[in-house]
């Protein structure tokens, strides 16, 4: 169980290392790099020991991985402003997601301010979490299961524009497979509107 105080004694320490490190190891934690609390503790420790000399080494064997797993989570974070795809559920917004890394902390300043005036959801497959705001008042919960309703006959009408306006403005001529995915990855697919199926903008039958 954490000591809170401990941790807070602990990352003040740090903070007078250098201002960065709180922050950074922050968004470590929040990523998918395997054993990453123990990667944080050696990091740390060779900190401590070798002071703020020790983050100009970037290519250190234990520096470098946190690096590149915060740079991944930074990445994915900043295609999950473009990719994610609100739909109307039950009077709300609401959206799914299946990042690799815990995003929702990264991602509610900017959703809650681009949708301040609107109650809304986020969830998240992977971690079984969502990110809840209404009223100015946003929280980030457990969620262990979670069944989106199929969209009532409104949504799909706006389902099916929005895949018929994607598929009119598309170039065939100008088609590159290739670097379609890489400015938008293939695993961002599966909860993006345009690549549903006739299935997914079926609407609910009438009652």
């Not at 301010?113 to 946003?138: K, N, P, Q, W």
């Not at 598309?170 to 345009?194: F, H, S």
Request: with cysteine.
């Amino acid at each position: 169980m954490t000591d809170r105080e401990h941790a807070r004694r602990v990352y003040d320490s740090l903070r007078k290392i250098s201002p960065e490190v709180g922050p950074f190891l922050r968004r470590v934690f929040l990523t998918c790099l395997e054993e990453k609390e123990l990667a944080i503790y050696r990091f740390v420790v060779k900190l401590y020991r070798e002071g703020a000399g020790y983050l100009s080494r970037l290519s250190d064997c234990d520096y470098q991985p946190l690096l590149r797993a915060a740079r991944q989570l930074a990445a994915e974070v900043e295609h999950l402003r473009g990719f994610v795809r609100f739909s109307i559920r039950d009077g709300l917004l609401g959206a799914e997601i299946e990042p690799k890394n815990r995003v929702l902390p990264l991602l509610r300043g900017h959703f809650c301010e681009r949708c301040h005036d609107e109650s809304f959801f986020i969830y998240d497959r992977t971690h079984r979490e969502a990110l809840l705001s209404s009223g100015g008042i946003s929280r980030i919960v457990p969620l262990d299961s979670f069944e989106a309703a199929p969209p009532d006959e409104e949504e799909a009408a706006y389902r099916r524009l929005w895949k018929r306006f994607y598929d009119t403005i598309a170039i065939r001529e100008r088609e590159n497979p290739k670097l379609r995915m890489t400015q938008m990855p293939k695993r961002y697919w599966g909860t993006m509107t345009e690549f549903q199926t006739e299935r997914d903008t079926e609407a609910l039958p009438p009652a």
